[in-house]
């Protein structure tokens, strides 16, 4: 009955569209949760917190938590889980599950104690009270994260299995919990309702992942021995990437530092754009990095150069199908786009044009900020951390000093400037010092297919400007509905012009996309020969 849970996606293209379908699923319930969120508080005091009371916990989570799964649990697992007899591969489980509770649960402890002095850093443009909010938001969000860690688990697991439906679904049931807390427990506990939501949809998620790991052979044991070799893979590729993901997480939280020394409502602000620009990160860039990359560690194991080559240039080559009218659409329909998700209640026309504004200055860069996913876990399928590592610093450092240039005269704007210009540098230092190493990326052929998207995203731009401009003849812009109509029919006519373009240049990747949707969703009928025999009377 349940054999769906134990569903295996083979395929890179394949798996790429169940988690990015999932992931748009998720998205549009973050949408939803934004749009709540915004109308219910607005870009004011409240939101500033809530949001810069993610901060720590997040930092301590990305660092103790992702940082050990993300560079090292999946190929280690997934050398194990390959064999006949994957018992050692749930021995490895269990070590690293027990291991990552105790670091992480001395982490929330200390994190709980010293949350007050950590507000102050966080934020120390707001004041005493604001701040003493935050100290208070986060208290209780490093419970949800804890869940969240224990989860993160479990959904490497599944990804080193290559079942990605129930590991997808898991961000869905996230923002459902946190919806339910907005909807129902802020009318009753007024703003800690917004905390207990998050540790509701934590609870779904962690719950999700765990019947996905059990339905696939994960037994708990209370264990925390594993081989020799696997502590030390552990240990040399640990190091270099917690010190990544810090750069990562200081980067984000010190464009929250700067953002609490503008204006009121800058930081929810900076959120609000970031998340409806992560929509298409997510949606792609780490879906394709996350189907990528059990594929590329078993062909680096195995010593396949050139599958390993092919796999990334193809990987890059369908995620550009998608990059090139996503960033078209997002900067065109930018406005349209924030007033339909956030432009509700006490969110004003003001915080709507700043937040169009941030957003159109974050999408410049979607294509860097989606590639580098897949670049970095080819490093890490290469055993190599540290390269990761020394990029990510350097262009930290880099988008703090344009930020500290740009903000004081252009506010949240500045600060994705800042973001954009450092991410297209990341890219282009990833990508230089990987083809010094595997000699080719397939560059000619990316280029070439790069071509074909932007010949069709040029006619696509064309007719969505030309789409919004005639609906506005026929359609009041004054209603939510009509700003939504107006950039739906314009947003799909865009669609449906590029695709049909890329069809017509015979673009590879958007016939291999209709191919695996063909073989992922529609079941080909087999013929079955019914041999009669005749039977004399």
């Not at 503008?262 to 189907?291: E, K, M, P, R, W």
């Amino acid at each position: 009955m349940f054999s769906f849970l134990k569903f295996k996606t083979n395929s890179i293209a394949s798996a790429a569209i169940v988690v990015g379908s999932f992931s748009v699923l998720s998205r549009f319930f973050g949408f939803i949760r934004d749009r709540i969120l915004a109308g219910t508080f607005g870009a004011g005091d409240t939101l500033d917190a809530y949001f810069a009371a993610f901060r720590i916990p997040d930092l301590i989570f990305q660092l103790v938590i992702v940082g050990a799964l993300s560079a090292s649990f999946i190929p280690v697992f997934t050398k194990y889980y390959k064999k006949e007899h994957p018992e050692e591969a749930w021995r490895f489980t269990n070590a690293v599950l027990n291991i990552m509770a105790i670091l992480f649960g001395c982490a929330v402890v200390a994190a709980i104690v010293f949350a007050g002095p950590l507000a102050a850093v966080i934020a120390p443009g707001f004041g005493p009270e604001k701040q003493a909010l935050v100290a208070q938001f986060s208290q209780y969000l490093f419970f949800a994260q804890f869940l969240l860690a224990l989860s993160m688990v479990f959904g490497s697991v599944l990804q080193g299995a290559k079942r990605f439906f129930l590991y997808s679904l898991a961000p869905v049931l996230y923002n459902v919990g946190i919806i339910i807390g907005i909807l129902y427990l802020v009318p009753m506990c007024g703003p800690m309702g917004l905390v207990w939501g998050v540790i509701i949809g934590a609870g779904f998620h962690f719950l999700l992942q765990v019947v996905g790991a059990f339905a696939i052979g994960y037994r708990y044991q209370p264990t925390m021995r594993m081989k020799r070799e696997d502590r030390r893979y552990l240990a040399v590729h640990l190091l270099p990437r917690v010190l990544g993901l810090a750069v990562g997480q200081i980067n984000v939280t010190a464009m929250t530092i700067l953002a609490s020394g503008l204006a009121v409502g800058s930081v929810a602000i900076f959120q609000f754009a970031f998340n409806l620009d992560y929509f298409t990160v997510g949606v792609i860039g780490i879906s394709y990095a996350i189907a990528a990359f059990p594929t590329l560690c078993e062909l680096s194991s195995a010593g396949q150069k050139e599958g390993f080559i092919e796999t990334l240039s193809s990987t890059i080559r369908q995620m550009l199908l998608f990059l090139v009218p996503a960033t078209i659409l997002f900067l065109l329909l930018r406005a349209q786009i924030v007033r339909v998700v956030l432009g509700a209640g006490v969110f004003d026309w003001d915080a709507t044009i700043a937040t169009a504004n941030a957003l159109g200055w974050f999408v410049l860069s979607l294509f860097a900020q989606s590639i580098v996913f897949v670049l970095v876990r080819a490093y890490f399928a290469k055993h190599d951390t540290w390269t990761p590592f020394v990029i990510g610093l350097f262009c930290a450092i880099l988008n703090v000093v344009i930020a500290l240039l740009l903000a004081p005269s252009m506010g949240v704007a500045g600060l994705a400037i800042a973001f954009s210009a450092s991410s297209m540098v990341q890219l282009a230092l990833l990508w230089v010092l990987l083809r010094l190493r595997l000699g080719t990326l397939h560059e000619s052929r990316i280029l070439y297919s790069l071509l074909k998207f932007s010949i069709a995203g040029f006619f696509t731009a064309f007719a969505v400007q030309g789409m919004k401009y005639a609906i506005v003849t026929v359609i009041s812009l004054d209603t939510f509905w009509g700003v939504l109509g107006q950039g739906f029919i314009a947003g799909m006519v865009g669609l449906v012009v590029y695709t049909g373009i890329t069809l017509l240049l015979r673009s590879e990747e958007m016939i291999e996309f209709f191919m695996s949707i063909r073989r992922k969703f529609l079941r080909k009928v087999k013929t079955t020969e019914v041999i009669v025999t005749e039977i004399d009377t």
